[in-house]
């Protein structure tokens, strides 16, 4: 078994337990060490048979695939998993990301899938069934959105800011105009420059920003 990747298989479901053996043992660098068919008793036999990747069931009595990734996570078992589930639904995907499972594969799909996942996740890589791409794509866009500088007031010229503080003291374009003696065109272009750079949207966003931080705008 040296140079072996070695898996368990965690399913209630003894048939699909013998599918996913039959075309993993198919291949020459993989190796079946344990097949159980409930959560205890396959953190029991991680713990005992120390495989490379376990591959877990969402669904399993005695304790689910979640609290076993849980268990996994608390133990600081060093495995990486692989959920198998029916389970589309993109909160699913994200719950088991988020507990550390390196492989997102469906049941539909496992017999295809399988083995390229064991290998990606062997091989360091995560593996996700073509069907969740899109939640893979929305997950890693919000992360970047969650990195990314927000838009403040001082990303305002001087001229943006005042038409900003006279916005918030409800005068018209004409009125801003009169008062800072220039054009109402160039009283739009700054109105439509200061959405664009706090990435305001809709009829009566920006009046409502500016009446939302007045306090800022006049400190």
């Known amino acids: 078994m040296l140079g072996k990747t070695s898996i368990l298989i965690a399913d209630d479901h003894p048939i699909v337990r013998q599918g996913l053996r039959q075309t993993i043992e198919r291949e020459s660098d993989l190796k079946v060490v344990a097949e159980v068919a409930d959560g205890l008793s396959a953190l029991e036999q991680i713990q005992a048979r120390k495989p490379g990747i376990a591959i877990l069931d969402i669904e399993m009595p005695e304790l689910d695939g979640l609290g076993v990734l849980r268990e996994i996570n608390r133990r600081n078992l060093p495995v990486k998993v692989i959920v198998l589930t029916i389970y589309r639904e993109e909160e699913a995907f994200h719950q088991t990301i988020d507990l550390g499972a390196k492989g997102y594969v469906l049941k539909d799909s496992a017999v295809t899938d399988i083995v390229s996942a064991i290998r990606g996740v062997a091989a360091g890589h995560n593996y996700f069934s073509p069907a969740m791409t899109d939640y893979l794509v929305a ?5 970047t959105a969650l990195t990314r500088p927000k838009p ?25 105009a009169e008062g800072l003696h220039i054009s109402p065109r160039t009283v739009e272009t700054h109105r439509t420059n200061i959405c664009h750079k706090l990435e305001i949207h809709g009829r ?6 500016a009446l939302t931080h007045k306090s800022e705008l006049f400190f």
């Open 139 to 143: 997950r890693r866009n919000r992360a």
């Open 204 to 209: 009566h966003a920006l009046m409502k920003f």
């Open 152 to 176: 403040s007031l001082q990303d305002l010229t001087p001229a943006e800011r005042n038409v900003l503080k006279l916005i918030a003291e409800y005068k018209t374009s004409t009125e801003i």
